[in-house]
């Protein structure tokens, strides 16, 4: 899996690059600023970017708006972003596009090198990783137009939108996969989110969360 990193803390970078190398990454590019990114995006095409919100000059989210231009360039490029504190703007603009495999966790997730890493592949295969802290924090700022969902639909679309597959929630949740399916299809009714062939309704209930 080859990796572009975007990281402007060298001990981070360096971390960062010898442990995707230990479990079979490619680091084909190193960078530490902003306007270094979206050349190295462009150029080698990675099967995944892993970028820093916050990079230099002006420590804003220059890391961010490189990857979105990244995947203008190329679409659907797989993009997973680290950030030091929950920014719901970003998460939310990051999703905003619905092609390709997106990812969002706090940095402090890195030290959890087995979730890091799996978050990493998730990703690069087209998946979706939101870290819980962003996850449960969203939530925590409107219910509305969640109101309508059960205690249990809202659990099993919270676990949705940190990336699990059905069969990863009921494992999470001690419930069977039926159970899952049930309540997902549950969630995309009350969210009115009829079966489209154009549109992901399981992205389209996440950035539903997201933006609630």
Request: hydrophobic share 45%.
């Amino acid at each position: 899996m080859r990796v572009v990193l975007a990281e402007d803390h060298a001990l981070l970078r360096d971390g960062l690059t010898r442990l995707l190398t230990a479990h079979a990454c490619e680091v084909v590019a190193a960078v530490d600023n902003g306007p270094a990114l979206l050349p190295a995006l462009v150029e080698h095409r990675p099967d995944v970017a892993v970028v820093d919100v916050r990079l230099p000059p002006t420590f804003t989210d220059e890391g961010l708006q490189a990857a979105i231009s990244a995947r203008g360039v190329i679409p659907g490029m797989p993009v997973l972003v680290l950030s030091q504190h929950v920014e719901p703007l970003y998460a939310r603009e990051l999703l905003s596009d619905r092609t390709g495999g997106v990812g969002y966790l706090l940095k402090d997730r890195v030290s959890h090198v087995a979730q890091f890493v799996d978050a990493v592949r998730r990703v690069a295969s087209g998946g979706t990783a939101m870290d819980p802290e962003v996850v449960y924090q969203l939530l925590a700022r409107r219910e509305s137009p969640l109101s309508a969902l059960t205690v249990r639909e809202r659990e099993v679309l919270a676990q949705m939108a940190e990336g699990r597959s059905n069969g990863a929630i009921a494992t999470k949740l001690f419930i069977g996969e039926k159970a899952v399916s049930k309540h997902i299809n549950n969630i995309f009714t009350k969210l009115d989110l009829p079966p489209s062939d154009d549109d992901n309704r399981r992205v389209l209930a996440v950035l539903t969360y997201l933006n609630s």
